[in-house]
């Protein structure tokens, strides 16, 4: 495929993959979180009050995993953390009770992501790899036609 690409047709498909790749980076810059120090819970909104940070002065006992909130608790606040945070989770504090923190990043989520990432990778390598078979098989064809055509013309 590559040897029926003119140099023009070439040097604009790099320029248009070099600015794509540089797109890229600029959105994914954008979209990176400005702190990047490893804080797993945070208080940030002044919403927050005392009592929903007791898990930095008590004993806590985890009652769910990280889970990220949901467009009606966004939207309404409650619980706090969700207006300032995308994921929460519900803890019990021993003197306080039950209160949610903010969390960075839910488990099973991440790796779902990871699964479906890594499943679209195969299915793009399986059809690339087939695409380059079929296009081996034009170009051998090709080739078997031209000899053929030599020999029958007598060169």
Known sequence: ????????????AIAFLIGLSVLVLIIENELAPSDTRPHTHTPTHPNITLRDMCWLREEVQELEECQPCTVLETQSGSPAVCSSASYRQKIKCNKTGEVFRKCDRVVWLEER??????????????????????????????????????VAAGV
């Open 113 to 150: 992501h990871f699964w479906t990432f890594l499943g679209v990778s195969a299915v793009v390598g399986l059809v690339a790899g087939l695409a380059t078979a079929v296009r081996q098989r034009i170009l051998d064809h090709r080739i078997v036609q031209r000899i053929q055509r030599q």
């Open 1 to 12: 495929m590559i040897e029926s690409c003119s140099k023009k047709r070439m040097v604009v």
